[in-house]
């Protein structure tokens, strides 16, 4: 039972910073998305071009992200609604509307499945 808690602890030890790294990559990918996007964003009924959005964005996941232990989190606290009024960020391109959350996610796979991210993971 001691053998299995140490290998377990060593396998969290040295996966942990590659999750990390792997987040970390995901997470700037979403950022420079959203910047890059040329979408509107509406936020709690103001609407924002696209840099601002990254911006905004950006400065609360600096705020939580001690709470952000993989990409969905930092979608769902960071970039899906407002932390003051719970209202759902929308994201408008080309004349179609969604959630910020499921264009993220969207984005997320797609990005996950692309030879980009494997690179990144060699």
């Known amino acids: 039972m001691k053998i299995a808690r ?3 602890a060593v396998i969290l030890l040295v996966s942990s910073p590659l999750a990390l790294a792997d987040m970390q990559g995901e997470i ?3 950022l420079q998305f959203i ?4 979408c509107e964003f509406e936020r709690n009924g ?3 071009d696209s ?3 990254r911006s905004h964005i950006e400065r609360k996941y600096d705020y939580i992200q001690s709470r ?3 990409t969905e989190n930092f979608i769902k606290y960071a970039a899906s609604r407002s932390s003051m009024s719970g209202k759902k960020y929308q ?3 080309n004349s179609q509307k969604q959630t910020s959350a499921e264009w993220l996610h969207d984005e997320l796979s797609r990005y996950r499945t ?3 991210a494997a690179a990144v993971l060699e």
């Open 91 to 93: 994201v408008t391109c």
């Open 46 to 48: 103001t609407v924002y």
């Open 51 to 53: 840099k601002e959005a």
């Open 35 to 38: 910047e890059s996007s040329g």
């Open 68 to 70: 952000v232990d993989n």
């Open 28 to 30: 700037q990918h979403l």
């Open 6 to 8: 140490y290998v377990a």
């Open 114 to 116: 692309s030879p980009a």
